[in-house]
């Protein structure tokens, strides 16, 4: 037997990968044997929450409360977009076939399935876990793991019971995984690091309109002419107006500084994006993914919303919702089916423009402590 097949290797440390050296040997130069820098899992969770980057932005409060009751435990988490994900989480995977392999050899104490996605309701199905919650497939479909997840399955296929709901998403959610919310505030990095230079050069307060809502979701999607009103009454009153929006925003960002005199500095990487963002004071955004990452940034925030039940938004004390004067006859709806009006003609730039003015007023964020 040669002298290294005495070494020791601890197998149940964070940082052993099996296929590489560990972090501490790479820079430190210690063996298992000798290392100050051992650190026991004792539990291992799984989180499938695939997703549009903004649902998983917001389900990031979710590692606060695993880590705050397991601080020993390794955290892995399977998406879309694992570029997202904090450090909080030791195993960012990516939703492929790599990853899916990796999962499936793998023995979890918790599994916390999150999509109602048949793909990933399909890929629970087949996780070893000694506790698994969330969503699992049956006969093709995707059914609730347990009583816990009931309620929000029930939300999901009956919009009267949506509609009832006085939950916000996190509370939901938190139950889903069998723990209770108790105001755990989101993990997104600002990239500062990425060193991203802003001339903007704009009086402040600096108020962010992101005047967008996506292709699909038109049903959310406010006129150029409100916007164009509320930049031209903010910048009147000596604010710093910058547009916000991605690719599919840029036509209408154009149009709108053509207008108002706003400032359009055009659009960005998603990281760019988001250190983007992080400039500004206070956030006009609908239901987006810019309504995500203003609240994970502590950014301040004026909420339009028309189709979605109100009590599912957590603001953490950051901002106000602000709806039509008219009722939205189309919930959860992508695009407006209602003949007799379209409910967001009904959301005067004035009631946008008092909510502005009365988050201006609530107290500056503090940051969350990471």
Same mark, same amino acid.
């Given at each position: 037997?040669?002298?290294?097949?005495?070494?020791?290797?601890?197998?149940?440390?964070?940082?052993?990968?099996?296929?590489?050296?560990?972090?501490?040997?790479?820079?430190?130069?210690?063996?298992?044997?000798?290392?100050?820098?051992?650190?026991?899992?004792?539990? +291992?969770?799984?989180? *499938?929450?695939?997703?549009?980057?903004? $649902?998983?932005?917001?389900?990031?409060?979710?590692?606060?409360?695993?880590?705050?009751?397991?601080?020993?435990? %390794?955290?892995?988490?399977?998406?879309?977009?694992?570029?997202?994900?904090? $450090?909080?989480?030791?195993?960012?995977?990516?939703?492929?076939?790599?990853?899916?392999?990796?999962? %499936?050899?793998? @023995?979890?104490?918790?599994?916390?399935?999150?999509?109602? $996605?048949?793909?990933?309701?399909?890929?629970?199905?087949?996780?070893?876990?000694? *506790?698994?919650?969330?969503?699992?497939?049956?006969?093709?479909?995707? *059914?609730?793991? $347990?009583?816990?997840?009931?309620?929000?399955?029930?939300?999901?296929?009956?919009?009267?019971?949506?509609? =009832?709901?006085? /939950?916000?998403?996190? %509370?939901?959610?938190?139950?889903?995984?069998?723990?209770?919310?108790?105001? @755990?505030?989101?993990?997104?990095?600002?990239?500062?690091?990425?060193?991203? /230079?802003?001339?903007?050069?704009?009086?402040?307060?600096?108020?962010?309109?992101?005047?967008?809502?996506?292709?699909?979701?038109?049903? +959310?999607?406010?006129?150029?002419?409100?916007?164009?009103?509320?930049?031209?009454?903010?910048?009147?009153?000596?604010?710093?107006?910058?547009?916000?929006?991605?690719?599919?925003?840029?036509?209408?960002?154009?149009?709108? =500084?053509? /207008?108002?005199? =706003?400032?359009?500095?055009?659009?960005?990487?998603?990281?760019?994006?988001?250190?983007?963002?992080?400039?500004?004071?206070?956030?006009?955004?609908?239901?987006?993914?810019?309504?995500?990452?203003?609240?994970?940034?502590?950014?301040?925030?004026?909420?339009?919303?028309?189709?979605?039940?109100?009590?599912?938004?957590?603001?953490?004390?950051?901002?106000?919702?602000?709806?039509?004067?008219?009722?939205?006859?189309?919930?959860?709806?992508?695009?407006?089916?209602?003949?007799?009006?379209?409910?967001?003609?009904?959301?005067?730039?004035?009631?946008?423009?008092?909510?502005?003015?009365?988050?201006?007023?609530?107290?500056?964020?503090?940051? =969350?402590?990471?």
């Amino acid at each position: 037997m040669s002298q290294n097949q005495n070494l020791i290797v601890k197998t149940d440390c964070r940082y052993y990968r099996g296929y590489i050296p560990c972090k501490p040997h790479k820079l430190h130069g210690v063996h298992c044997s000798d290392c100050n820098y051992y650190e026991l899992v004792r539990e +291992r969770f799984l989180i *499938i929450k695939l997703g549009a980057i903004g $649902d998983v932005i917001r389900t990031t409060p979710l590692l606060r409360k695993i880590k705050a009751l397991y601080p020993q435990a %390794e955290i892995w988490w399977l998406t879309h977009t694992p570029e997202f994900l904090p $450090d909080e989480v030791d195993r960012k995977l990516k939703f492929d076939l790599s990853s899916t392999l990796q999962i %499936e050899e793998t @023995e979890f104490d918790y599994l916390f399935s999150l999509d109602k $996605d048949y793909e990933a309701a399909a890929l629970a199905n087949r996780v070893q876990a000694r *506790i698994k919650r969330g969503f699992l497939l049956r006969d093709g479909k995707t *059914i609730p793991a $347990d009583d816990l997840a009931y309620q929000k399955y029930l939300t999901g296929i009956f919009d009267d019971v949506n509609k =009832a709901n006085t /939950k916000s998403y996190l %509370e939901e959610i938190f139950e889903i995984c069998g723990f209770a919310f108790g105001g @755990e505030k989101y993990l997104l990095s600002n990239f500062e690091s990425d060193s991203y /230079k802003w001339n903007l050069n704009l009086p402040r307060p600096l108020i962010g309109l992101n005047t967008g809502c996506g292709g699909r979701w038109t049903s +959310r999607l406010w006129s150029e002419e409100n916007w164009s009103n509320v930049a031209k009454s903010l910048i009147s009153k000596g604010f710093g107006v910058l547009l916000l929006g991605g690719e599919q925003e840029d036509a209408r960002n154009r149009n709108i =500084a053509a /207008k108002s005199g =706003a400032k359009y500095p055009g659009y960005f990487s998603l990281r760019q994006f988001v250190n983007l963002v992080d400039q500004v004071d206070l956030v006009v955004t609908g239901v987006t993914m810019g309504m995500h990452i203003t609240i994970g940034l502590n950014k301040k925030i004026v909420l339009l919303n028309n189709i979605f039940n109100r009590n599912e938004f957590e603001l953490y004390g950051l901002g106000k919702i602000v709806e039509p004067d008219k009722e939205c006859k189309c919930f959860f709806m992508p695009k407006c089916v209602n003949t007799e009006y379209f409910c967001l003609d009904h959301l005067s730039s004035g009631k946008v423009l008092n909510a502005v003015s009365e988050v201006l007023e609530l107290p500056t964020a503090v940051a =969350a402590a990471r």
